[in-house]
């Protein structure tokens, strides 16, 4: 038998002790984090609503008031860590032994889910190390904050499920509460987003006129919201080391040749009109700060201390820009005063450093403020780089166009919108950043990984490009050597072949080297030289090309020693260049003939030449040479592009001004002429030695570098650029490049035909080019403009519209993979409103009215979409006055009349100003000439005799 077992009496038994796992303490702690939570899930509802609303509309509606919530979400959510941490740590530590290990588990998920949300906050303040530069790191950081608070939520729910009852009415009244604020708050939002694209009311523009500058309020802007660099430097370092080199940076009256030449506009403005208005015109691009804050129309501005005059072009005076009003340039953009983050301009570190914060963690607001999208586009660049000189600037005429960096870029083969070009790129150049805003590796708080970067990387802001000369001015070495780097392999020059007998229809032997003819002593020859234009997207030279000095140097030696020379810089003069050398350049007048020489814009009337060459194409000079009777050695002849930023002329202007406002400027010597030592850089260089008949030497040269046929072609280009007086040559020259079996060669060939008035042979021309339709690179867009072009001619309407068109409208996989659009070709798009204009006659002629009145309304489509994009243009407002008129629109007619007599040249005032100029400076009259033959002589003879001797001859 089994003895019962007998239990003790329960209530005898020794009671357990009960651990809470929430003390008195705790419970007190628990309350402070509910509240906080309570606060940041309120602030988080709001913060998430505007988000959310911003995404699904595409609008920005983030205001100061949100920055201040926001600000308050980073201050909940540190306020937080703290009492969570210690509630969290003290109830896992009471509870890790409970018997209910479902709760205990989910408790560990939810304070590890709840550690995850605290941790990932952090990281996204990026304070200290933390910056989260990687993208993709970002990105995850911030879906993990996004996720795993609802992650958290649901775990605390499974986590109450195991201990007492949700009090699930005071929740639900605390979400529908927070959820009506939220709403109130977010309706208010909605009603008034961020406008990020302000043009500025019109009314505005009276306080910036001639300049088309004008602010988004129509009000000035303080000066200091416009010079905080400083303030951009702390997260954008290395940008801000490459912007306070850049000509940028030294765009105003910081930039010496610059406070010289306005010092004089503002002078002749005053004494003129009574005011310094006309001004104006050069500060909307060059004086933001002083302009658009209002100093600058003071006509006792102090130039040389005032706080805003050596601003430059600052952070601000370009990332505030709000919209790009049109692409006429004169600095046709609206501005604004940016909306910072809270206490951006307060001098306390700590709310310095809390602003600072409050960027990276929500860099979104700052970003949208300060770029955009146009930021990255040519149009942008366009309201600097492009310039007319107004009425109000030289009281002579309303327009007059000036420099154009655009236009001639917006045409050309680089931006894959020119159909003309003569050359074209592998693969367009979608803006200008593409070349003057190269990456480099950066760690800036800004850095990111751009498409083809391995490593995190800015667009420098230095712009390189080829202004060595403020860099010198300012003694910044490194600044002029990072230009001269830039401009590398830009351009190419080609010693190409020779003459006999000194004259552009001698024999041509062609071309020269590794092969030379051997010449004979006491005969003239012809050096024929060709300048080619590489990595460039706009004319060279662009921008100052009337002080610009770029030319070619010459130099011809025998045994050591010079016996020819072209391009020489004379030490005797202050090292000025031999006038007589060939500049590529453009030598500007005044209406009495008067070279513009110190950078005068308010006496421009019109060009003597203009020497600049296209992008993608190349310039023949002709340099004649007579061989010595008595050399004893071979010769050789060497050609240097050589480039110096300004001319020796200006510079002594320059330091003469200087020295009266009190800043001389580097290298001045009170009492002594100033001497130009700006640096020279060559940009191209090309040597040939030539064996001489009897001499017995060896000789020998290097082949060139780059294909027969583009030497041909090249050499071709720059023969048919010269104008009518070369052409034959030029014919000569593409038939040799036809015979090296390149489409170029019958193609450019039909150029020549076409201005020569051959158009059957032309036809010809292009029906051979045809044939290489099926290689790789056949610009076809080229062969349907030409086309077109000779069509229209022969009075083939209908065919030249089609092929026009077709120029305009096709795109094949290549053009697609080249990122090619010539639809923007608005010289092609007026050939086809003419060729539409002239078929509509035709048919008004054959008594078929409806038909031309439809081909004339196509017409005026055509030209509508020309001033889309220029609306300066000539022949687009001339068309459409007489279109008009056709049509019997009279009010429509008359307007564009008025505009076609407005932006139409001067020519009586240009043919006074060139006849003047002939008779002052016969060196540039030389240069003006149709065919331009220049002398290489020994040094010591009087090139200006030698030339009047010459020309004695030919009279």
């Known amino acids: 038998m089994f003895k019962p077992v007998v239990l003790p009496d329960p209530a005898e038994l020794p009671k357990k002790k ?56 980073l201050v909940l959510g540190l306020m937080l860590i703290l009492p969570f941490l210690a509630f969290g740590i003290s109830h896992l530590r009471l509870a890790r032994k ?46 993990m904050h996004v996720i795993c608070p609802l992650l958290a939520i649901w775990l605390y729910w499974l986590h109450r499920l195991a201990g007492p009852r949700i009090k699930w009415r005071i929740g639900v009244g605390y979400l529908g509460f927070v959820g009506m ?135 601000t005076s370009c990332h505030a820009i709000t919209n790009v009003n049109s692409t006429r340039g004169n600095a046709d953009y ?57 009425y109000e600037l030289n009281h002579y005429k309303a327009f007059l166009r000036g420099q154009n960096h655009y236009d001639n870029y917006l045409l050309s083969g680089v931006s894959g919108h020119g159909a003309r070009s003569f050359y074209y790129p592998p693969k367009a150049e979608v803006n ?44 910044h070495p490194d ?14 020059v080609d010693l190409f072949g020779v003459r006999e007998d000194g004259e552009i229809d001698g024999k041509l032997t062609a071309p020269l080297s590794p092969n030379v003819p051997e010449l004979q002593p006491g005969k003239t020859y012809l050096f024929e030289t060709v300048i080619r234009t590489l990595k460039l997207g706009h004319l060279f030279t662009q921008g100052t090309a009337d002080s610009n000095e770029v030319w070619l140097e010459v130099t011809v030696t025998s045994d050591g020693k010079v016996i020819g020379k072209s391009g020489g810089i004379d030490p005797e003069k202050q090292n000025e260049v031999d006038p007589w050398s060939h500049f590529v350049n453009v030598f500007m007048l005044d209406k009495d003939g008067n070279r513009i020489n110190r950078r005068n814009p308010q006496d421009i009337v019109t060009p003597l030449y203009n020497h600049q060459i296209p992008p993608g194409a190349g310039q023949t000079v002709h340099y004649s040479f007579e061989v010595p009777e008595n050399l004893s050695a071979p010769l ?37 002429e100033y001497v130009n030592n700006l640096p020279v850089t060559t940009l191209a260089v090309d040597r040939v030695t030539f064996p001489i008949e009897g001499i017995d030497a060896e000789v020998s040269n290097d082949a060139e570098e780059f294909p027969l046929w583009q030497r041909w072609n090249d050499y071709g280009i720059g023969l048919f650029l010269k104008g009518k007086g070369e052409l034959r040559q030029a014919a000569d020259a593409f038939t040799e490049v036809e015979k090296l079996n390149r489409w170029d060669g019958p193609m450019n060939l039909a150029r020549v035909l076409e201005r020569e008035g051959r158009l059957d042979e032309a036809v010809a021309a292009l029906q051979r080019a045809a044939e290489f339709s099926e290689e790789d690179g056949y610009p076809r867009w080229t062969w349907a403009w030409l086309s077109g072009v000779i069509n229209r001619q022969q009075d083939r309407l209908p065919e030249a519209i089609q092929n026009l068109r077709s120029v305009l409208t096709d795109q094949t996989p290549e053009m697609q993979k080249r990122g090619f659009d010539f639809s923007l070709d608005y010289e092609v798009i007026n050939l086809l409103g003419q060729a539409l204009f002239d078929l509509g006659r035709k048919r008004a002629r054959q008594g078929r009215e409806e038909e031309a009145e439809k081909l004339w309304e196509e017409a005026i489509t055509e030209f509508e979409k020309t001033l889309q994009i220029d609306s300066e243009n000539l022949t687009a407002h001339y068309n459409l006055q007489h279109l008009y008129t056709e049509i019997g629109n009279k009010d429509q007619a008359a307007h564009h009349g008025k505009l076609h007599e407005m932006f139409k040249p001067d020519d009586n005032a240009k043919g006074r100003a060139v006849r003047l100029a002939r008779e002052k400076y016969p060196a540039a009259n030389h240069a003006a000439e149709a065919v331009v033959i220049y002398d290489l002589l020994p040094p010591g003879v009087d090139r200006e005799r030698k030339q009047e001797s010459a020309e004695n001859q030919n009279n």
């Not at 860099?363 to 999208?373: A, G, Q, V």
Request: charged share 20%.
């Open 18 to 73: 009960i651990v809470r796992t929430i003390t008195p303490r705790m419970r007190k702690v628990l309350v402070l984090v509910f509240v906080l939570v309570a606060l940041l899930v309120a602030n988080a509802f709001y913060l998430s609503a505007i988000t959310a609303l911003e995404w699904f509309s595409g609008k920005t509606y983030q205001d100061y008031f949100y920055q201040f919530m926001f600000l308050g979400h």
């Open 98 to 143: 409970r018997r209910n290990r479902r709760a205990v588990k989910i408790g560990y998920a939810l304070f590890a889910m709840s550690i995850a949300v605290l941790v990932s906050g952090i990281l996204l303040t990026r304070a200290g190390g933390f910056d989260l530069k990687q993208p993709i790191v970002r990105s995850a950081v911030y879906w």
């Open 181 to 315: 604020i939220v709403g109130v708050m977010v309706w208010g939002q909605f009603q008034d987003p961020r406008n990020w694209f302000a043009q500025g009311p019109e009314s505005g523009t009276k306080y910036f006129e001639p300049s088309l500058a004008r602010t988004a309020s129509g009000n000035f802007i303080p000066a200091e919201a416009l010079m905080n660099d400083e303030y951009c430097k702390r997260c954008h370092a290395d940008v801000h080391a490459g912007w306070e080199k850049s000509v940028h940076r030294f765009s105003s009256f910081n930039n010496p040749p610059y406070l010289a030449s306005v010092h004089e506009t503002r002078q002749v403005a005053l004494a003129r009109d009574g005011n310094v208005q006309a001004a104006r015109w050069c500060a909307g691009c060059h004086d933001p700060v002083p302009f658009f804050s209002g100093a600058f129309d003071d006509p006792n501005f102090d130039m040389v201390d005032h706080p805003t005059a050596h601003s430059g072009i600052t952070c």
């Open 334 to 390: 609206t501005i604004e005063e940016p909306q910072h983050y809270p206490f951006a301009y307060s001098d306390n570190e700590l709310l310095q450093w809390v602003n600072n914060q409050l960027i990276k963690a929500k860099p979104s607001f700052h970003k949208k403020t300060f770029l955009k999208p146009f930021h990255k586009s040519a149009e942008f660049c366009s309201t600097c780089h492009k310039v007319h000189l107004p």
């Open 432 to 475: 200008c950043n593409g070349c003057h805003m190269p990456l480099k590796p950066s760690n800036d708080f800004g850095a990111k990984f751009f498409a083809g970067a391995k490593e995190l990387s800015i667009h420098d802001h230095l712009f390189p490009s080829a202004n060595t000369g403020i860099a010198w001015l300012i003694d």
């Open 479 to 492: 600044t002029i050597k990072a230009h001269q780097e830039f401009l590398h392999g830009t351009m190419r």
């Open 636 to 672: 050789e002849v060497e050609v240097k592009l050589q480039y110096r930023k300004f001319d020796q002329e200006y510079m002594e202007i320059v330091d003469k001004a200087t020295r009266k406002l009190g800043v001389p400027i580097r290298g001045s010597q009170p009492g002594k």
